[in-house]
């Protein structure tokens, strides 16, 4: 980044490069961790939800990518201790992977706290580093609308499983 730009920035540039490469790897273990749920899932209704997540997944990436945009600009270099930087973390996938319904509520827990992250983040640079602020808050109305649309999608998801799962139960009784 040019003189200029690194002299506006009224926060030890060195923080704001730890802030971002936390961000950027929450960013990265979120692209990785809904791309893993798309593989492993299995079960009637599982393509859709494939689909949804190969997407996101692809959002969050690209997320990533406008991270890595800054902590460049900025001088510094990309974390690649993913684990230790984040604070969102990794979910691994449930035991049953054919449960859709928690496979939904881990990527609403993954979405509300990337939330809260960008909420506390866009507030301390606000007016303090005006590019890494618009940053976080472009991010975080990206990961606000993520989590209306998860929250939209739960009760259908829900209502399908529980239809599957009586139906399941009705034709084992009819086999005794
Ligand atoms: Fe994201
Ligand atoms: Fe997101």
């Not at 866009?122 to 991010?139: Q, S």
């Amino acid at each position: 980044m040019g003189q200029k730009g690194r002299e506006i920035v009224e926060i030890d540039v060195n923080e704001v490069i730890k802030d971002l490469n936390s961000a950027y790897a929450d960013e990265w273990l979120a692209h990785y961790q809904y791309f893993l749920y798309a593989q492993v899932i299995d079960g009637i209704d599982a393509e859709t939800l494939k689909n949804k997540l190969e997407e996101q997944s692809n959002d969050e990436l690209n997320h990533a990518k406008e991270l890595i945009k800054r902590i460049r600009e900025l001088g510094g270099e990309p974390s690649t201790n993913l684990m230790d930087v984040s604070t969102c973390g990794f979910s691994e996938p449930p035991a049953d992977t054919s449960d859709l319904v928690s496979i939904v509520e881990l990527v609403l827990k993954g979405e509300r706290c990337a939330i809260e992250k960008y909420n506390n983040l866009a507030k301390k640079y606000h007016m303090k580093d005006l590019v890494t602020h618009e940053i976080f808050e472009e991010l975080l109305e990206d990961e606000v609308s993520d989590e209306e649309d998860w929250e939209n999608f739960l009760p259908g998801l829900k209502q399908k499983q529980s239809r599957q799962q009586q139906s399941a139960e009705l034709t084992t009784t009819t086999i005794r």
